[in-house]
């Protein structure tokens, strides 16, 4: 079965930082890119970051940019985010996606991201 | 990075056929045939429903379709039933930007 499982999330000061990371199972982890992607509460689905299989190609949206880090392992089947600075607004539920030809085709169940003093 | 354009909310009787437009520009969703839509019932994990403009993965139902003209995609839902009822989102990647876009959502009621 194809699995992804994200952890790392939860209580953080602004300013703080936080590592998320997200198991893949059940398919070859390296031949395929991968995202992440958050939801806000109330808000609608708002891209974060994608990285290439081999890791060539990586992309964070300007709302993350110089404070996020996607990275991955494919030995390890796993993809991560590497967050600093957090912000206020940077509070979500933030999902691990699989992509297949630029749509999302397999997601994670989320882990949340609370940003708060 | 603006987001693509969806309306806010669509409804219709349990049967009846509905919509939903999304809108971009020449550079994400005009650009190339990568558009996809995504089902959200709140609490749960987003589901693909249409990637590549017009294509069902397996296991979803041939009540949902999806085509593309010019900078404007639409998902549409034929036979209306109460589990449609959820938030639809469009996606694509802006090719000049090289970001993932997704819309606004649209909430559809089953009424």
């Known amino acids: 079965e194809v699995q992804l499982m994200e952890s790392g999330g939860g209580l953080v000061k602004p300013g703080g930082s936080l590592r998320l990371s997200c198991a893949a199972s059940?398919?070859?982890?390296?031949?395929?890119?991968m995202n992440w992607v958050r939801q806000a509460p109330g808000k609608g689905l708002e891209w974060v970051a994608s990285m290439s299989s081999s890791s060539s190609h990586i992309y964070h949206a300007d709302s993350v940019k110089g404070r996020f880090t996607i990275s991955r392992d494919n030995a390890k089947t796993s993809l991560y985010l590497q967050m600093n600075s957090l912000r206020g607004e940077d509070t979500a539920v933030y999902y691990c996606?699989?992509?297949?030809?630029?749509?999302?085709?397999?997601w994670g169940q989320g882990t949340t991201v609370t940003v708060s003093s | 990075q603006s987001a693509l354009t969806q309306p806010a909310s669509v409804s219709g009787s349990p049967g009846q056929s509905i919509t939903i437009s999304c809108t971009g520009t020449s550079s994400d969703v005009g650009g190339y045939d990568y558009v996809s839509w995504y089902q959200h019932h709140p609490g749960k994990v987003p589901e693909l429903m249409i990637y590549?403009?017009?294509n069902r993965p397996s296991g979803v139902s041939n009540r949902f379709s999806g085509s593309k003209s010019g900078t404007s995609a639409t998902l549409g839902i034929t036979g209306l039933q109460t589990g449609d009822e959820a938030d639809y989102y469009c996606g694509t990647w802006d090719s000049s930007l090289n970001v993932g876009l997704f819309g606004g959502g649209t909430k559809v009621t089953v009424l």
């Open positions: 996606a699989k992509e297949v030809g630029d749509a999302m085709d397999v």
């Open positions: 590549e403009v017009n």
């Open positions: 059940g398919f070859t982890f390296s031949r395929y890119s």
